[in-house]
């Protein structure tokens, strides 16, 4: 494959991420992704386990699901709130982000609305 080939290709992908991410939007799915979100060690695990509970606590019960990288974290709620439970768990998360960026071990993620 060409480099140009692979550009097309990578271009038709995230043109279908976008088709199917829109077709679950219309479906009443809402997403928040965090970029940078590790696990290396075992305070991170324990950050880990508590934006996952929040994510549990958000969703209360409606339909929801996860899907993760080993940087990236993406959930999602389905249904007619879900838009406001998004908005409020962004808010837990970015009380859980690292607060500096420049003391190891701690580094901030990216989260933002969306599931790419």
Do not use: K
């Given at each position: 494959?060409?480099?140009?080939?692979?550009?097309?290709?990578?271009r038709?992908?995230d043109?279908?991420?976008?088709?199917?991410?829109?077709?679950?939007?219309?479906?009443?799915?809402?997403?928040?992704?965090?970029?940078?979100?590790?696990?290396?060690?075992?305070?991170?695990?324990?950050?880990?386990?508590?934006?996952?509970?929040?994510?549990?606590?958000?969703?209360?019960?409606?339909?929801?699901?996860?899907?993760?990288?080993?940087?990236?974290?993406?959930?999602?709620?389905?249904?007619?709130?879900?838009?406001?439970?998004?908005?409020?768990?962004?808010?837990?998360?970015?009380?859980?982000?690292?607060?500096?960026?420049?003391?190891?071990?701690?580094?901030?993620?990216?989260?933002?609305?969306?599931?790419?």
């Amino acid at each position: 494959m060409t480099f140009d080939q692979a550009r097309q290709h990578a271009r038709r992908l995230d043109d279908e991420l976008v088709v199917a991410e829109a077709a679950y939007l219309a479906a009443g799915w809402r997403f928040l992704t965090s970029e940078g979100l590790t696990v290396d060690c075992e305070a991170d695990l324990e950050t880990c386990n508590e934006v996952l509970c929040a994510f549990d606590e958000a969703a209360a019960g409606r339909e929801h699901r996860s899907a993760a990288t080993s940087s990236r974290l993406t959930l999602s709620i389905r249904g007619a709130d879900a838009e406001q439970r998004i908005a409020a768990l962004r808010v837990r998360l970015a009380a859980l982000n690292p607060p500096d960026a420049w003391s190891p071990p701690a580094r901030r993620w990216e989260i933002r609305d969306g599931a790419r």
